[in-house]
């Protein structure tokens, strides 16, 4: 009768057939991919994943460019609209909407990295400026 007791005892200390050590061994193989997983998120100089494009939008009224200056990703899209009773134009070196009357607009991909600075070419005192990271 004894060695059915000892046997019983030797099945509770084993939960679902794992023995204390194996649930020892399986608790700290999960803790170190967890911050094996973290470390690696987080590591510097890890590329970063590439969003998506965004569309900014460019209001031209009361003869000026709002917002005047606009920090734009490579790949971004920024319309710019004439909200104004007189036409304008957003030019710079390199691109050029052409005339915009008042509810037209025109859509510009930043392509190349770089500083901006563009003008209404009707009213030269019109700047602003677009920085393509």
């Given at each position: 009768?004894?060695?059915?007791?000892?046997?019983?005892?030797g099945?509770?200390?084993?939960?679902?057939?794992?023995?204390?050590?194996?649930?020892?061994?399986?608790?700290?193989?999960?803790?170190?991919?967890?911050?094996?997983?973290?470390?690696?998120?987080?590591?510097?100089?890890?590329?970063?994943?590439?969003?998506?494009?965004?569309?900014?939008?460019?209001?031209?009224?009361?003869?000026?460019?709002?917002?005047?200056?606009?920090?734009v990703n490579?790949?971004?899209?920024?319309?710019?609209k004439?909200?104004?009773?007189?036409?304008?134009?957003?030019?710079?070196?390199?691109w050029?909407?052409?005339?915009?009357t008042?509810?037209?607009?025109?859509?510009?991909?930043?392509?190349?990295a770089?500083?901006?600075?563009y003008?209404c070419?009707?009213?030269?005192a019109?700047?602003?400026?677009?920085?393509?990271r």
């Amino acid at each position: 009768m004894s060695a059915s007791v000892n046997k019983q005892i030797g099945l509770r200390g084993r939960r679902n057939g794992l023995s204390i050590l194996s649930r020892l061994v399986l608790v700290f193989a999960v803790i170190l991919a967890v911050a094996a997983v973290s470390l690696t998120a987080s590591w510097p100089g890890q590329a970063e994943a590439k969003s998506e494009p965004v569309m900014h939008v460019v209001e031209i009224r009361q003869f000026k460019f709002f917002p005047a200056n606009l920090t734009v990703n490579r790949g971004d899209r920024i319309e710019f609209k004439n909200l104004d009773i007189a036409p304008h134009t957003a030019t710079a070196q390199g691109w050029d909407s052409g005339n915009l009357t008042r509810g037209q607009s025109w859509t510009l991909t930043a392509d190349e990295a770089g500083t901006f600075d563009y003008i209404c070419t009707y009213h030269p005192a019109m700047k602003g400026r677009i920085t393509v990271r």
